[in-house]
């Protein structure tokens, strides 16, 4: 056994003798608020003690934010774990999103600067935004969809794809969108779930510079499913595509002769408003459940807040796809809600050059933008000098969410994309839990590189050991949340024991999102990735997220992957992927060597990767998370597990064949 001890760190041992996780990095770098920002920011220091005085009437405050049509009577119901929020209360959430703007005389504000990957490009007012709307509800209503149906949204990043879920919204028919990304099979999966009678979809959408078809995945998620009445196509890519007559209808056959007028029905607050898949580690994807008056509430709230939007003036660029919840929150919703003027993008960010993201901020004059930390490690291996071809100048803002930001990462695109102007807010949350919980508020936060920092005024997170006992300054242990919010998941579709078992079985009384995190010495919180991946070496318990972030901070890795590994001697041993900046970066022992050293003497001597392996790729899914089963899977040498939520299947065949020459310093 290693007799090696952790520097600076604080594994503190638990009451069963068990070892929460080790705390190891430290970062010193802060960042404050721009004095502007600061001054005229939306959110001030005071919602913090006003949301703690009072935590209901601070979201009562907040739910006040949208047009009901009848108000609530109690704020919440908690039956734990089981929560209603706002029970009395009726609203419409597409008439919020849309309609009112449009009554408040705003209906010439741009919703969406939609620009499609060949360069064609839209431009849609909220008052276009409203009849088009309309005309789907129509349409819907005319093809048999009634209140409480499922559809099912199979789309590319079309403007399209955000009429038919508002539509559906519009209608009280929860929506069930699939990332276009996913099989056949996975769609069909989905559909069967919830139970869904109608399928919207395209013949394609562009990416990577060619047409691609998702028509083909329909026809064959959907054959011997009687259920499914209707396949609903929108024209995109023109692509030629096969017809089941009777079931399917072309979207500009029956939704552009619609009347563009529609009244909206107000359904009760706790209204099912959309079901969206996750898949988590266990084969069978859970259906969260999210209703109507809580989460729009929350999703508003949090997107005006976290970046301190200001409708008139800012142009709001979330660069994610609507299959994620990321799309559904904060794409859609809550910047709809909120009245702004969004960016919307189909394709990727390489088509068809590896600027094509500054492109458009300098075309659109973006001022605030929101992507994953995937996104950043890759423009970091790209190189400096692709951003700075283009006038970033227009950005006041930063986003990250997805997956705990390097800190390397954090600071790269502080000062290369935000010219050191912008804060960086690192946003924590999950599609459970339907919008942002823990996160720095520009205004008021002293940025620290890779936390995410405190949660939001009217959310009680904590991080606590094994017992559930929160842990002190300096500590490591779990993230909870142990009050109910109003955008929290209202259950798994159709599963009420698997969401107790999931999320309420860890910890009496708290709700489990199956993160580590840890409490730094100023009590900011810091998140370390998933408890399933988290290694256990020669007694240690040490996050993937801390050693991936030693890696990335040495000049020449963009990004990295850790897993444990079994290991005669450690138990588990550090298996790391790193992909290096630059093209054609050495590789050769030397730099392997250098990396491991270069961890132990970040990390101490512990962290140090038994090996270490230069990949081209790493595996990803929709949200660009690295599916570490995969690289746990390869570093054990067993057969590859599940690999259907892969975005890119040929990844893995890339690693695999780097494996013979695998450098090791064993
Ligand atoms: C929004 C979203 C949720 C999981 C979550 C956590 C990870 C998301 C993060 C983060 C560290 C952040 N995650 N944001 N980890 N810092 N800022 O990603 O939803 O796809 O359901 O994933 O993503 O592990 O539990 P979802």
Not at 102 to 130: C, F, K, M, S
Not at 379 to 393: I, N, R, T, Y
Request: with cysteine; hydrophobic share 40%; proline share 6%.
């Amino acid at each position: 056994m290693a007799q090696e001890t952790p520097q600076g760190g604080s594994g503190a041992r638990g009451p069963e003798g068990q070892q929460t996780l080790s705390n190891l990095l430290q970062e010193s770098r802060r960042f404050a608020p721009p004095a502007e920002l600061a001054a005229a920011a939306n959110v001030k220091a005071d919602a913090y003690d006003e949301a703690a005085a009072d935590r209901l009437a601070f979201w009562e405050r907040q739910a006040g934010r949208l047009q009901w049509e009848r108000p609530w009577d109690t704020v919440l119901e908690w039956d734990a774990p089981f929560a209603k929020w706002f029970t009395g209360g009726t609203l419409n959430a597409a008439v919020n999103c849309v309609d009112r703007h449009v009554a408040a005389g705003r209906g010439d504000r741009v919703a969406y600067y939609w620009e499609g990957e060949p360069g064609d490009a839209r431009v849609i007012t909220y008052a276009e935004l409203q009849d088009l709307v309309n005309q789907a509800a129509n349409a819907l209503t005319e093809l048999g969809v009634a209140k409480g149906d499922r559809v099912a949204i199979y789309m590319p990043m079309i403007p399209e794809t955000v009429v038919a879920m508002l539509a559906c919204a519009r209608i009280g028919a929860p929506h069930m969108v699939v990332f276009g990304g996913f099989s056949a099979d996975a769609l069909r999966g989905r559909i069967d779930d919830s139970d869904a009678s109608v399928v919207i979809t395209a013949d394609g959408g562009y990416r990577r510079g060619a047409p691609s078809a998702l028509k083909p995945n329909v026809d064959e998620a959907v054959k011997d499913r009687p259920g499914v009445r209707t396949v609903l196509v929108v024209r995109r890519t023109g692509q030629e595509v096969a017809w089941t007559e009777g079931r399917d209808v072309w979207w500009h056959d029956v939704v552009e002769r619609q009347s563009t007028e529609h009244t909206a029905e107000a359904h009760d607050a706790e209204h099912p408003l959309y079901i969206m898949y996750t898949s988590g580690t266990t084969a069978k994807p859970k259906g969260i459940l999210h209703t109507t008056g809580g989460y729009l509430t929350q999703v508003a709230w949090s997107h005006w807040a976290v970046f301190d939007l200001k409708p008139e003036t800012d142009v709001y660029w979330t660069a994610a796809d609507i299959g994620w919840v990321t799309g559904h929150s904060y794409i859609v919703y809550g910047p709809l809600a909120n009245g702004a003027t969004s960016v919307m993008y189909e394709g990727t960010p390489d088509t068809p050059h590896r600027g094509r993201w500054w492109e458009l901020v300098a075309k659109y004059g973006v001022t605030i933008l929101y992507c994953a930390p995937t996104a950043i490690r890759t423009f970091m291996k790209w190189g400096d000098e692709v951003p700075a071809q283009h006038d970033l100048s227009s950005l006041r803002l930063l986003g990250s969410v997805g997956e705990p930001i390097n800190p390397e990462a954090y600071v790269w695109y502080r000062h290369h994309i935000g010219g050191d102007r912008t804060p960086v807010v690192d946003t924590w949350w999950q599609t459970e839990t339907g919008a942002i919980m823990v996160s720095p508020l520009p205004g008021v936060t002293e940025g620290k590189p890779g936390a995410a920092m405190r949660p939001l005024p009217g959310i009680s997170a904590d991080v606590v050991d094994d017992q559930g006992a929160p842990v002190p300054n300096g500590g490591g242990g779990f993230i909870v949340v142990s009050e109910p919010w109003p955008s929290m998941l209202r259950g798994i579709w159709g599963d009420d024991q698997r969401y107790r078992d999931t999320y309420w079985s860890r910890f009496e009384g708290l709700y489990f999102p199956g993160d580590g995190a840890k409490r730094d010495e100023d009590g900011d919180i810091w998140l370390l990735g998933r408890v399933d991946d988290v290694m256990l070496v020669s007694g240690h318990n040490i996050s993937t997220t801390e050693v991936e972030s030693a890696l990335v901070s040495h000049p020449k890795v963009a990004e990295s992957a850790v897993v444990g590994a079994t290991d005669p001697l450690t138990g588990q041993a550090i298996v790391a992927f790193v992909i290096l900046r630059g093209e054609g970066a050495d590789d050769g022992d030397a730099l392997v060597r250098e990396l491991r050293d270069h961890v132990g003497a970040s990390l101490g001597p512990i962290a140090k990767p038994r090996q270490i392996l230069v990949v081209p790729e790493l595996p990803k899914t929709r949200s660009g998370k690295i599916m570490r089963r995969l690289l746990r899977d390869v570093a054990e040498n067993r057969q590859l597990g599940d690999v259907t939520t892969l975005t890119d299947s040929t990844v893995m065949e890339l690693i695999a064949a780097k494996l013979p020459g695998a450098k090791s310093d064993e």
